[in-house]
């Protein structure tokens, strides 16, 4: 199964059929937006909106984690993840697509983790997943590839297919928000190697990988940076920028799905392996 996961500007697949619409309240909350299931290509989707619908969660208080686990208890094994960013890398224009590989975590006070040793949520289930919360076991999971080689990859060949202007790597710098970074902040992202600036990518990646679970991050850049634009930025030019690629990000879905095979073949449900101590 395959969930998508919609940022700013993106609360629902335009398009794209709704067949059904499913509300779940998991052990860490209910999800920021109804789950909406839909159909391309004969392959069943799940989507949700980061935000909710109106944007009503600022970055800081997005559910994050009960937004994942709403796509475990749907048996979600793969997450695309669409995210509007700012451009520090002076290579990347408004419009372009990036294809995410690698993070960096300016955050403060997220929850951004489920395996909280003794004190963990109670969650029902007899998976691996299940069992290390239920045992209180302290994990750690491994970094050094966040983001699905598989998905990443089958992504890189749909862009490249659809001639859409897009860069096959990127690292995204996560800040907490809801303002906007200073040009200050925005110098040092780019000395420590950001390539975008964004706001929702942390902890939701980290979550997904803990949930043994597939996930990609493409971003549309929305605007330069603070600093390098040159001018006031506002959240109304990233709506815009993102309503003028909702055609195109369909296509993107459509296609990238169609490419995934049924097998997972990235390794990734075994990042659980040696992860507890």
Known sequence: MIGIIGGSGLYRLEGFEVVERLRVRTPFGEPSSEI????????????????????????????????????????????????????????????????????????????????EGKFSSPVSGEDKVARLLKEGKVVHIDASQLYCPQMRSHL????????????????????????????????????VGGDVVGMTGYPEVVLARELAMCYCGLCIVANPAAGIAGYRLTSEEVINLMKQREQDIGRVIRLLVKRLSHMRSCGCEKILEGAEV
């Open 156 to 191: 890189i060949e749909t862009l490249e297919e659809l001639k859409l202007s897009y860069h096959p790597s990127g690292t995204y710098a996560c800040t907490e928000g809801p303002r906007f970074e200073t040009p200050a902040e925005i110098r040092f992202i780019e000395r």
């Open 36 to 115: 909406l299931v839909v159909h391309t290509e004969g392959i069943k989707l799940f989507f949700l909106s980061r935000h909710g619908e109106g944007h009503i969660y600022p970055p800081h208080l997005v559910p994050y984690r009960a937004n994942l686990w709403a796509f475990r208890e749907f048996g979600v094994k793969r997450v695309i993840a669409l995210s509007a960013v700012g451009a520090v890398n002076k290579r990347f224009k408004p419009g372009d697509f990036v294809v995410i590989d690698d993070l960096l975590d300016l955050t403060k006070r997220r929850k951004d983790t489920y395996y």
